[in-house]
């Protein structure tokens, strides 16, 4: 459970009611009998000075020290404030004192004994000092559980964001669409061609090996892939026919550079999935690897328009930036951009 | 018997092949036509006017809902696919079959069945070149992600909204995107009866007609639904019913 700044405000000024009335509750009462009066200006007074000093020390370590990056200076901020709270505690104490003395009702005996006390520098010096310093450890306690119980919140989510990414690339992995579609194409190739049916029939087994096996992997030589993406447009050329020409411009340079798997396939995928198979005159798919000083360049581009609207969960554009976000954090990075009836992705990822 | 007239759409050859195959087998159906995208299909549609229709979901630029929606009049449809589709679960009643690909023989000879007791179960309703819709004539309807498979002769109101016409039947009232003079004309007249500028009516769920003002007529209809009739149509429906 995360707490709210409005519901952590509140419960600050719970404690802060409850913490300085129960103390001047007991510290008037362990007094001797005070006259009623200078017990309610006592009581009063006390929780008054107290939260309002406390409330100040609380504005001013909210504002200026820095938890999450606590260190030397941090401390010293503290115990400087620690100290000016001290001290102005303890002189609204004295100033209280007098002012009821001045324009209160007239003392009692006993009254005038816990007057006297004022007039001891020593404990007033010491009484503020302790009841701060009481004050201030309990805050910073409360603070470092709410901040521990926060991280603990925020490596949860990490850690739960992280088997969604792995879970979303399993997912994308092959859609059933696709393999169904195959089989079936497949089926009906062997009517016609028994030889090539034969041949499409271990090309799926192979992507279906590939998507398999390679899902815990985080990197892969770029040949591997493009044997992949190779086999997947044999597949769907079966089912697409000459609608589909594929262009291959690769860097020989590329082929032995790590990628993260499935990354390329997903972009050809989408790009016959939401490109060349809503063209009814078909189109072209070209696929681009280019091996730079200090990057990776991949680029695919096919025939048609960008339409991210329709019909579309983009699961496999979301998933393709955050496993690179995951791998590469700002280094590496995915475009995809419409120009001239085309559709381009963009990757870029960090040789290192 | 007559063999069942079908026609396949559907984008890849090699399914097409697939299917026929399967056709040829069974024996009961005769292709007709077949057509790779929707705009040839339903230009194919409307020329062979067949009984029943194979039709695939994912297609180049429209999908085989769309077709459906092109159609004043729907054939007996199964639909084929490869994957489970949210889209046909999301049809209201049991309307329309569904095959998953590749096809399984048995289940291609059970929706055959079903095909051939409703072509049997609605004689007149085998899809001839007529322009007038029967009371057995299928309309599609898609509002949304919902569909439905609408009987004419089910439907008791046709209402105006807007460009577009509200379409009462059972419980239901999705919106048909055409206008209500376009509907009217391809309406069978001996069922459907203009009442007004804004409503249709069904004359076969009429349940009571009273004189209304200045000559106009009150119809009210079995579900208790009052229409007033306008008065040049009151004259027309008087002549027409011989009252």
């Given at each position: ?6 519901k ?23 007094l ?14 006390g929780?008054?000075i ?10 001013y370590?909210k504002?200026n ?5 606590f ?14 709270t ?6 609204s104490n ?7 003395i ?5 003392l ?8 006297k ?12 000092l ?15 559980l ?9 490596r949860?989510e ?8 792995q879970?979303?690339?399993?997912k994308?992995?092959?859609?059933p ?34 998507s ?15 044997e ?12 697409l026919?000459?609608?589909?020409k ?5 860097d020989?340079?590329?082929?032995l550079?790590?990628?993260p798997?499935?990354?390329i396939?997903?972009?050809?995928e ?35 328009r ?6 579309s ?16 954090g700002?280094?590496?990075s ?19 | ?7 396949i ?13 399967l ?12 057509a ?19 039709l ?28 489970d589709e ?18 399984n023989?048995?289940?291609?000879a ?6 051939l ?7 007149g ?29 089910d439907?008791?109101?046709f ?49 009571s007609v ?19 009739v ?14």
């Amino acid at each position: 459970m995360q707490l709210s700044i409005k519901k952590r405000n509140l419960i600050f000024w719970m404690l802060q009611l409850a913490g300085w009335g129960f103390l001047n509750i007991v510290s008037v009462f362990i007094l001797k009998e005070l006259s009623f009066e200078f017990l309610i200006f006592s009581l009063v007074g006390g929780v008054l000075i107290g939260i309002f000093t406390t409330t100040l020390l609380r504005l001013y370590l909210k504002r200026n020290v820095l938890f999450e990056n606590f260190g030397f200076k941090e401390i010293i901020k503290i115990v400087i404030s620690y100290l000016v709270t001290s001290a102005i505690y303890g002189a609204s104490n004295i100033a209280f004192g007098y002012f009821y003395i001045k324009f209160g009702p007239a003392l009692t005996e006993d009254d005038l004994g816990i007057l006297k006390n004022y007039d001891k520098i020593g404990l007033i010096v010491f009484n503020a000092l302790f009841i701060i310093f009481v004050w201030l450890v309990c805050y910073l306690i409360i603070k470092l559980l709410l901040k521990f119980n926060a991280d603990r919140i925020e490596r949860l989510e990490l850690n739960s964001t992280l088997k969604q990414a792995q879970l979303n690339t399993l997912k994308g992995q092959i859609n059933p669409h696709f393999m169904f579609n195959s089989l079936n194409n497949i089926r009906g190739l062997m009517l016609e061609d028994v030889e090539k049916s034969r041949d499409m029939l271990t090309k799926l087994s192979e992507m279906l090996r590939y998507s398999l096996t390679k899902t815990d992997v985080n990197a892969i030589v770029l040949e591997e892939e493009l044997e992949m993406v190779d086999n997947y447009i044999e597949l769907a050329k079966i089912q697409l026919e000459q609608r589909l020409k594929y262009v291959k411009k690769i860097d020989p340079k590329s082929l032995l550079i790590p990628i993260p798997p499935m990354i390329i396939q997903l972009l050809i995928e989408n790009a016959t999935k939401h490109g060349i198979s809503n063209l009814k005159a078909g189109g072209v798919i070209t696929l681009k690897t280019e091996a730079k000083q200090k990057e990776l360049i991949i680029q695919v581009r096919n025939s048609g328009r960008l339409q991210l609207d329709k019909n579309s969960t983009q699961l496999g554009l979301s998933n393709i930036r955050q496993r690179l976000r995951l791998l590469y954090g700002d280094k590496a990075s995915f475009s995809l951009e419409e120009a001239d009836n085309e559709v381009i992705a963009n990757i870029k990822i960090p040789l290192s | 018997m007559n063999k069942i007239r079908a026609v396949i759409v559907e984008d890849s050859r090699l399914a097409r092949n697939e299917l026929k195959v399967l056709i040829k087998k069974h024996g009961g159906i005769e292709v007709v036509g077949e057509a790779e995208n929707v705009e040839s299909g339903f230009d194919l549609i409307q020329l062979q006017r067949p009984q029943l229709l194979f039709l695939d979901i994912n297609m180049p630029e429209k999908d085989g809902f769309e077709l459906l929606e092109m159609l004043d009049e729907v054939p007996i449809t199964v639909f084929t696919t490869a994957f489970d589709e949210y889209a046909i679960k999301s049809f209201d009643y049991n309307a329309l079959d569904y095959l998953l690909k590749p096809i399984n023989a048995k289940r291609f000879a059970l929706a055959i069945e079903k095909v051939l007791s409703a072509l049997e179960k609605d004689e007149g309703k085998s899809v001839s070149s007529r322009e007038e819709l029967t009371d057995n004539s299928q309309i599609f309807i898609k509002e949304g992600e919902k569909c439905w498979l609408v009987k004419i002769g089910d439907v008791w109101l046709f209402e105006i909204v807007g460009n577009y016409t509200r379409v009462y039947f059972k419980d239901e009232k999705p919106l048909l995107y055409k206008s209500l003079n376009k509907v009217e004309e391809k309406l069978p007249s001996r069922s459907f009866f203009r009442a007004n500028r804004q409503q249709i009516i069904n004359v076969n769920f009429i349940q009571s007609v009273v004189p209304w003002f200045n000559g106009k007529l009150k119809i009210t209809l079995q579900n208790d639904i009052e229409i007033e009739v306008s008065r040049r149509q009151s004259y027309i429906f008087k002549d027409k019913m011989s009252l």
